[in-house]
């Protein structure tokens, strides 16, 4: 559906412009889970996990979604919401002469850092699409398919695989937000859950498998550094898409008459299942063949690959596994792509199809510099001691989208009228219950929170 709205341009004339909405209710929804569910959960998160000593990250992990997660989504829609348009756009309409715009701007670039470090692993997910079709990992024991793995990120093939990504998230984004981003998250996501909880059950049902369960749910605090903390933060803010504009673009499109309050509820317990779902999946698999939890970034895929070798109809479950996964990272990389086209598209009344070319001529050049920083061509090139590729996604998870984070609430908390808040969130004339609370949050303790955070890990405090 589409509605008309009057949105003054630069020369102060009304212009009409037509915005998308999406359809219905579950179309919202859908499409924000979509960006929300995808290799934050299943590639991310269990690496993470792995990296940082397992339950006690995950109780952290659980805290910061709950208590400045949501919180932060909830900013995001209701201020893309309140003001129809995209995220630079919304804080120049909120706060007129104020550099709160820079909040947006902070989106812009995090979102494109994002984009050329994420293409470049939902390459990776077609390759192991059809490696496993092919039975290319029939027979490998664990040396094996670790050694698979590393050739391959350091050769030149992920970036054939990263451009087939960018085209067909360039293209949903081109054709509009309705038509596009609804129906693939509504078909698509269910299955994949499906098959999660199958590959839970196998992994549940493996050999020694106790000991990854443990690993994941009994909490050995010896394991927590300050830096965990961050880094737990961090990824509650990338796994529910939020601390960069993403969720304001998406709430731009949200009907007045839906409930913002129950969509992040539905949104966030959607995300966080997901992601426990695929420690399920793996850790059991990693303590039954003998892997390495600290494995790092590679550690879904090699250790996925083991589980469908060891599983009836494996090769085909781990082609139709993989190909879910390639388009779940796509619905996330659509929304990534959504929040630079819809800044041009309202900016310069530029059309959608013009924007989307001209942002997507900037990713493919900067995730191709991704993709290349894993191979010898530009790995010596070191950023604080990382390649560009890991230095991209541990500067917007652990710094950039914190502080964009940190922004948002500030912003709602302090310098948005109680008035429009209360507005916004309020539904066929009722104030719901979580208002105050959910203010008292946005002034306070988020905002406390991420600087404890912060100043923790610089060692100020603690
Ligand atoms: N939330 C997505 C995931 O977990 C990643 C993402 C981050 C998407 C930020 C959009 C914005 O895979």
């Avoid at 400045?68 to 900013?75: E, F, I, N, R, S």
């Avoid at 094996?144 to 067909?168: D, H, R, S, V, W």
């Avoid at 369960?213 to 803010?237: Q, R």
Wanted: proline letters at 4%; glycine letters at 10%.
């Amino acid at each position: 559906m589409s509605v008309v709205m009057k949105k003054p341009n630069t020369a102060n004339e009304e212009v009409a412009v037509t915005r998308d909405t999406f359809g219905s209710k579950f179309g919202i929804v859908a499409a924000a889970a979509g960006s929300a569910v995808g290799l934050g959960n299943v590639w991310r998160f269990p690496y993470i996990v792995g990296e940082n000593g397992g339950g006690a990250f995950i109780l952290i992990y659980l805290a910061c979604i709950l208590v400045v997660g949501m919180a932060a989504m909830l900013c995001e829609f209701l201020i893309g919401r309140r003001t129809g348009t995209n995220a630079v756009q919304a804080f120049k309409k909120l706060a007129p002469n104020t550099p709160w715009f820079l909040t947006g701007w902070m989106g812009i670039i995090t979102s494109v850092l994002i984009l050329s470090f994420y293409s470049g692993v939902a390459g990776w997910c077609i390759h192991y699409m059809i490696a496993s079709l092919m039975g290319g990992f029939t027979g490998l024991d664990a040396g094996g398919i670790n050694q698979t793995f590393g050739a391959f990120i350091t050769g030149y093939e992920p970036i054939f695989y990263q451009m087939i990504i960018l085209f067909i998230t360039a293209g949903v984004v081109f054709f509009g937000v309705k038509k596009g981003i609804e129906r693939v998250s509504k078909i698509l996501m269910p299955l994949l859950v499906v098959l999660l909880v199958l590959l839970g059950v196998n992994s549940l049902m493996l050999p020694n498998a106790v000991a990854g369960f443990e690993f994941l749910f009994k909490p050995d605090w010896s394991g927590v550094t300050p830096e965990s903390i961050l880094i737990a933060l961090g990824h509650s803010f990338f796994t529910l898409s939020v601390g960069m504009g993403v969720m304001m673009t998406y709430g731009s499109y949200i009907k007045k008459s839906d409930n913002l309050g129950t969509s992040v509820v539905s949104i966030t317990a959607a995300d966080t299942s997901i992601a426990l779902l695929a420690g399920i999946v793996i850790f059991p698999a990693v303590f039954s063949f003998g892997l390495e939890a600290a494995e790092g970034p590679g550690l879904v895929f090699v250790t996925l690959p083991h589980i469908f070798n060891n599983m009836p109809f494996g090769q085909l479950l781990g082609g139709v596994f993989f190909f879910l996964l390639t388009i779940a990272a796509i619905t996330s990389t659509i929304s990534l792509l959504e929040v630079n086209v819809a800044y041009l598209q309202d900016t310069f009344n530029w059309k959608r199809s013009k924007s989307t070319i001209a942002v997507i001529s900037v990713i493919v050049v900067t995730s191709i510099i991704c993709s290349l920083s894993n191979t010898e061509v530009l790995g010596h090139i070191k950023l604080f001691g990382l390649n560009f590729f890991d230095f991209a996604d541990k500067v917007t998870n652990d710094y950039l989208m914190p502080i964009g984070g940190l922004f948002i609430v500030l912003f709602t908390g302090w310098y948005m009228k109680k008035e429009d808040i209360v507005d916004e969130l309020t539904v066929e004339g009722q104030k719901p219950w979580y208002v105050e609370p959910f203010l008292f949050i946005v002034k306070f303790v988020a905002p406390v929170l991420i600087a404890i955070v912060f100043l923790n890990t610089i060692g100020l405090v603690g």
